[in-house]
């Protein structure tokens, strides 16, 4: 089975801009979370989408947005980026029913966005 | 609330075991994972503890799993150059839906 694939790989923008970036999650797995990586702040998760709805949130602003489509793909979008969104932006996917607890996630290589 | 800590570097010689370790504060975690990330890449899960066990082994893996201390342990044997990266605990969330908190990573060099 082919891994999580997340696209672009990298992306440099300017501050005020907009950003999407994608996720395809592992085939038949229908949980996407998402998490932002940075040296100062380490692992923060962001949210987590399971058939179309956000399930669960992170402690980001509301510039951090996303959805999930019938296939299960995935979107992130960040709106007026901040030099402080400069971040490894990590997707993972897990195979996962609506009543079961925490399944094993798996990552994809990310998204390194560079905010100028 | 969650919180995950781990010491922040480890280095070890070729050959020699490796023991990263790890504590944390949700005593309801449903499992317990460790994660490997080399440079420029994302996480590669390594392996996996459900709260209700003590140890897991793993070919060259060994997990250790203290609840009363909450303590998690990672131990590689026979380390080797590519074992070399930085190693992340996580805890589960049991609240519904599927939410990780990582640790601080611990980054492992070996040398020769």
């Known amino acids: 089975k082919a891994g999580v694939t997340q696209t672009p790989r990298y992306l440099i923008k300017t501050r005020g801009q907009q950003v999407t970036l994608s996720c395809s999650p592992i085939?038949?797995?229908?949980?996407v979370s998402w998490y932002q990586q940075t040296p100062g702040q380490g692992l923060q998760f962001l949210f987590e989408y399971f058939s179309e709805t956000q399930r669960n949130k992170g402690n980001f602003p509301g510039r951090f947005s996303g959805r999930q489509f019938s296939n299960s793909r995935s979107e992130m979008n960040v709106s007026t980026l901040e030099l402080g969104d400069s971040a490894l932006y990590l997707c993972a996917s897990s195979l996962i029913d609506s009543s079961g607890p925490t399944d094993t996630q798996y990552f994809g290589p990310g998204t390194r966005l560079t905010v100028l | 609330g969650e919180d995950v800590e781990q010491s922040l570097f480890l280095s070890v010689r070729e050959g020699d075991s490796s023991v990263i370790n790890c504590t944390y504060t949700?005593?309801?975690?449903?499992?317990l994972y460790w994660y490997k990330q080399e440079p420029g890449a994302g996480l590669q899960l390594l392996t996996y503890?459900?709260?209700?066990?003590d140890m897991k082994q793993d070919q060259r893996l060994t997990v250790l799993l203290n609840k009363k201390d909450k303590h998690l342990s990672l131990r590689i044997a026979d380390t080797q150059t590519g074992d070399s990266a930085i190693y992340f605990c996580a805890e589960g969330s049991t609240g519904g839906g599927n939410k990780l908190t990582f640790g601080t990573g611990t980054q492992l060099k070996v040398e020769l």
């Open positions: 503890i459900f709260s209700n066990m």
């Open positions: 949700d005593s309801s975690s449903t499992y």
């Open positions: 085939s038949g797995h229908r949980s």
